[in-house]
């Protein structure tokens, strides 16, 4: 039996031409698209085709519409590319729970990783950065959600030495995705010093340029801290 060929919403018609145009370089990067009136002149259509496609542009990163302008293409970063999946992602932790173990697996994997990578290739100025962001973090240990961020902060620092800007932009997006559920947990008294001793040795490591203490220090910290949240998950 023949499959039936399913009918096309009008604004779909009017997406694919517009990605057709953004694919092309006709509408570049950075750039305005033409006002909803002259999309309507152009394809013939009415405004409700043509908002309902520049909706759908704009839910999948491809143009931003600031209220009162016309519909810009975003310039694509690797911060907005992994931005794109993380509602996706999220909702997948909140309705698929076990897939928290998952994204903590691969999240050890990928830092430690990132850390050997950061022991071969860090220079004096990334191991003093490093050293900041270890002092700042220890300046925020009175205010959690502070300590927080730039515990954040530092495990991206890490990242950025690797010269891939994939990596920071994933390993934040790991760390924000995973925190959603470490927020409620009160942490226990000596903790955070735990922790920052535990940077401070991944700092030594990486700025003795010793790749394997620098993954074997970020694993047990990032094992240590797992076994921690899940412990304290069940209290």
Known sequence: M???IPRRKLYQEVLDRLMDRIRSGEIAPGAQLPSERELMEQY???RPAIREALQALERS???EIAHGERAR??????????AQVAGGAMHLLRT??????????????LETGLARLAAERATDEDVANLQLRVAQQR?????????IERD????????????????????????????????PLVRAPGVEELTLSEHQRIVDAIAK???????????????RANELYRRAGQT
């Not at 991206?156 to 690797?162: K, Q």
């Not at 620098?214 to 694993?219: I, K, L, Q």
């Open 44 to 46: 013939g259509v009415g």
């Open 152 to 183: 954040m902060a530092f495990h991206r620092e890490i990242a950025l030495i690797s010269g891939n800007p994939i990596f920071p932009a994933i390993v934040e997006s790991l760390f924000r995705w995973a925190s959603e559920y470490y927020r």
């Open 96 to 109: 698929q729970p076990d897939m928290l173990g998952h994204l903590k697996e691969a999240r050890v994997f």
């Open 2 to 4: 023949a499959e039936t």
């Open 61 to 63: 990163g491809i143009v």
């Open 73 to 82: 293409v975003v310039v694509p970063t690797a911060e907005r590319l992994i």
């Open 139 to 147: 300046a925020s240990m009175v205010d959690l959600e502070k300590f």
């Open 209 to 223: 340029r010793d790749g394997n203490g620098a993954a074997e220090a970020m694993h047990q910290h990032l094992s």
